[in-house]
């Protein structure tokens, strides 16, 4: 896992994303914050998981299934399995120690 600072690399409205192996950041103070860390090192586990192009290609058709579901793109992201296992979980320091393997299913029921 490498932590880089682009700005420029950041969709507007967002913090950081993951590109196995990188965790991409907009602000170089976000290298301290250990809750945006371990959001992004979920995103890194679970993209491990899913060998990466098939995390992708999950992420986006949810990503388009949550749209149609909710006519809202802030809350057709919030609702994607992947950002919902890592948003619950952020706070967690010892999250991926116990994590178990494709645990984001848990997350795939929308609320």
């Known amino acids: 896992m490498f932590v880089i600072v682009a700005k420029y690399l950041i969709p507007k409205g967002f913090a950081g ?5 990188f965790i991409i950041l907009k602000e170089k103070t976000d290298v301290s914050n250990p809750v ?3 959001h992004e090192k979920i995103h890194i586990r679970q993209q491990m998981e899913l060998f990466i192009l098939p995390f992708f290609i999950w992420y986006g058709t949810e990503y388009f299934i949550r749209i149609l579901q909710y006519k809202d793109k802030h ?3 919030r609702n994607i ?4 296992e890592a948003y619950a979980n952020e706070s967690q320091k010892d999250f991926l120690q116990k994590r178990r393997f494709w645990n984001f ?4 029921k929308a609320k």
Request: hydrophobic content about 45%.
């Open 17 to 21: 994303l993951t590109l196995f192996p």
């Open 105 to 108: 299913l848990n997350y795939l």
């Open 75 to 77: 809350t057709a992201y």
């Open 36 to 38: 945006m860390l371990q």
């Open 81 to 84: 399995s992947f950002e919902r």
